[in-house]
C-alpha cells in the first residue's frame, strides 16, 4: 500500500466509522479509490470548518476562510489537470480524476458546496437547504457514480438523492454543535414557525422546539432514501452491497435522532457495531434482490439536480 492509500485509509477510518464500515464490501480497487476520494473530501471539510477529521469544529476570520477555500479551488483544479501537487489529499484526488476520468466540475461543485459555508448562506426554504446538501454531498453521489462506473441520468438521480438523504440526517444529528460555531443549516421559514432564532438553536430549553425540527428534517430524508434505494439495479453488486449498507446505516442515524426527541444531543448519535452488522446483512439482502429487480419511476416532487452538475 502506498503512503496515499496509507493516509487515505486512516482518514476515512478515523472520520466516519459508519462509511468505513460500508466501504470494506467494495471490490478492492473500487475501494480503493472509495477510500481516495473520501480522503479529498474529508481535508475539503476540514479545512472549511477548522476541524481534524471531522471532529473539534472551530470558529475562523471569514479572511481565512475564504483563503483556504481559494486554495483549495486552485489544488483541486491542479488535480484534476494532472499538475504536479505535494499534499496527500490532492494526490489521492489526482489518482481518482486520472482512474475514472472524474470531471473537474464535479469536484469544484464540491467545493462550491463548502463556498456556500464561507459565505454564511442563509437558508430561506428548505429548496436553499437542498442545494446546499446537493453541493457537500449530492455531487459525492453523483462522483461515487464515476467511481463504480455507473451512468445515465436516473443512475445519477439516484446517487445524488442518497447524498441528499445522508446530509439531510447529518443536519439532524448535528444541530446543536452546528449552531455552536455558528451555523445554521435549517430553512428561516422553519425556525418562524417553531419562533425560534438561529441563536437559540444551542440553548438547552429549546431542546423540544428543536427535536421538532430535527424530526421534520428526518421526515423530508425519507422520500430520498426510498428512491435511492432504486438505484442499486444499476450497481454492481459489490457496489450494490456496499451503498445499500451504508444507506441503512445513515438512516439509522435519522431515526435515532428523531427517537431520542429532546435529547437526541446529550451525546452524539451512533449506531452501533452490532447494529451496523446486521444493516449491512439487510444491505446484502437488497444488493441480492437488486439482481433481477426493476427500478420505479422516480417519484416526482423530488428536488432535482443541475443538468450541468454546478449550481448557478
Known amino acids: 500500500m502506498s503512503a496515499d492509500e496509507d493516509y487515505a485509509a486512516a482518514a476515512i477510518r478515523q472520520g466516519s466509522k459508519s462509511f468505513s464500515a460500508a466501504a470494506r464490501l467494495f471490490d478492492a480497487r473500487s475501494r480503493e479509490s472509495v477510500t481516495l476520494l473520501y480522503a479529498w473530501c474529508r481535508h475539503c471539510d476540514d479545512q472549511v470548518d477548522g476541524q481534524d477529521l471531522g471532529h473539534g469544529a472551530q470558529r475562523m476570520s471569514r ?83 464515476q467511481v463504480m462506473g455507473a451512468s445515465g441520468r436516473d443512475a445519477l438521480d439516484r446517487a445524488c438523492d442518497l447524498g441528499l438523504a445522508f446530509q439531510l440526517t447529518n443536519i439532524a444529528r448535528d444541530l446543536v454543535e452546528d449552531a455552536q460555531v455558528g451555523r445554521c443549516y435549517l430553512p428561516r421559514r422553519w425556525l418562524q414557525e417553531q419562533r425560534l432564532a438561529q441563536s437559540d438553536l444551542g440553548a438547552r430549553q429549546h431542546r423540544d422546539r428543536l427535536a421538532a425540527l430535527a424530526a421534520r428534517l428526518v421526515d423530508a430524508a425519507e422520500p430520498y432514501y426510498a428512491s435511492a434505494l432504486q438505484g442499486l439495479p444499476a450497481l454492481p453488486f459489490r457496489s450494490a452491497w456496499a451503498v445499500a449498507s451504508a444507506h441503512g446505516v445513515y438512516r439509522q442515524i435519522g431515526i435515532q435522532v428523531k427517537r431520542r426527541g429532546a435529547r437526541a444531543w446529550d451525546s452524539r448519535v451512533r449506531t452501533s457495531t452490532p447494529t451496523k452488522l446486521r444493516l449491512m446483512l439487510g444491505g446484502l439482502g437488497r444488493a441480492l434482490v437488486s439482481r433481477w429487480a426493476r427500478a420505479a419511476p422516480r417519484p416526482d416532487g423530488l428536488w432535482q439536480r443541475p443538468p450541468g452538475w454546478r449550481l448557478g
Open 63 to 145: 479572511t481565512e476562510a475564504v483563503a483556504r477555500l481559494d486554495a483549495l479551488y486552485v489544488q483541486t483544479r491542479q488535480a484534476c489537470a494532472e499538475a504536479p501537487v505535494d499534499s496527500p489529499p490532492f494526490r489521492a484526488l489526482r489518482t481518482v480524476a486520472r482512474r475514472h476520468r472524474l470531471p473537474e466540475q464535479l469536484a469544484l461543485a464540491h467545493l462550491d458546496g463548502y463556498a456556500m459555508d464561507v459565505r454564511g448562506t442563509v437558508y430561506e426554504t428548505f429548496e436553499d437547504t437542498l442545494r446546499y446538501c446537493y453541493g457537500v454531498a449530492g455531487v459525492v453521489g453523483l462522483m461515487m457514480c
